[in-house]
């Protein structure tokens, strides 16, 4: 098996978003008409420290879930959220999906990140916090719910929501030991023609052809992944207890049908 390593330096970004739109100033906030059976909740927001908050409203049909999850590299959270997907029909949103591709859309938002991600900086939460709020703003997020997906990832992101007046149901994180995390990272390699996720020893390559183009990401090496597991639990730590009152623990250190049945009961209540 031909296994070739490759860089994938990541946007060094304070979270994940979609394309935005312009918000107006104070002049003029810009607010979603509800309708029946909606619950309604007040956003604040502002272009900068400086200037005074703009008021909008994002609303979220009284059935729908706002659900947020997290885990460490390789704890199995992106194969829990597609079973998530699959059942709830919820948004997936994944803060680093929305922010590449307002950069690679030239949006208003991914201009002014792009900025200071060539500058090797991390993007302003600000900047992501507008991505986000932008994309709950969606029909699709109002009418299914959502699934934010690994942000926040730092207490001052969880608070950063919270003063945006952005507040889950439901906190999931989906907990592996280290030292099998350690394992299953070490062992993963991606297909750069679909993107999928394989590993030599648990989720091996149909075929030779897919398994002769593998590719192995350049940190995915034991030495670096307990920097990054270390980074995580530090970061998390924080979010839990911004959240401490709808953490649900979920171990992942079962079959993925078994994790997502933990999973879907925590779900079927809310």
């Not at 591709?101 to 060539?118: I, N, Q």
């Not at 207490?155 to 999931?172: H, N, T, W, Y």
Request: glycine share 6%; hydrophobic share 40%; with cysteine.
């Amino acid at each position: 098996m031909a296994i070739v390593t490759l860089s994938t330096a990541q946007p060094r970004t304070a979270a994940t978003v979609a394309p935005m739109s312009t918000y107006q100033s104070n002049a003029g906030s810009r607010v979603v008409p509800s309708t029946s059976r909606t619950a309604s909740f007040p956003v604040r927001f502002s272009r900068n420290r400086a200037s005074s908050a703009a008021r909008v409203v994002v609303s979220c049909s009284a059935d729908t879930k706002r659900v947020v999850i997290a885990g460490a590299p390789a704890s199995g959270k992106g194969t829990q959220c597609e079973k998530i997907v699959e059942k709830y029909d919820l948004v997936h949103i994944s803060a680093g999906d929305l922010l590449r591709a307002a950069v690679k859309e030239e949006t208003e938002a991914g201009l002014k990140a792009k900025e200071f991600m060539d500058a090797g900086k991390l993007v302003p939460e600000e900047i992501v916090v507008t991505m986000v709020l932008d994309r709950l703003r969606q029909p699709d997020c109002q009418e299914r719910g959502w699934l934010l997906d690994g942000y926040p990832r730092s207490g001052s992101q969880a608070k950063a929501l919270e003063d945006a007046g952005i507040r889950p149901q439901v906190f999931l994180q989906v907990n592996v030991p280290d030292e099998k995390l350690v394992d299953r990272v070490v062992g993963r390699r991606m297909d750069p023609e679909t993107g999928k996720i394989y590993h030599l020893t648990f989720s091996p390559p149909e075929t030779e052809e897919i398994a002769a183009r593998l590719v192995q990401r350049s940190d995915d090496n034991e030495e670096k992944c307990r920097v990054r597991l270390q980074v995580f639990h530090e970061n998390n730590a924080a979010v839990e207890t911004v959240y401490s009152d709808i953490l649900k623990q979920i171990n992942g250190d079962q079959s993925k049908d078994a994790v997502f049945g933990e999973i879907d009961g925590v779900l079927a209540e809310l």
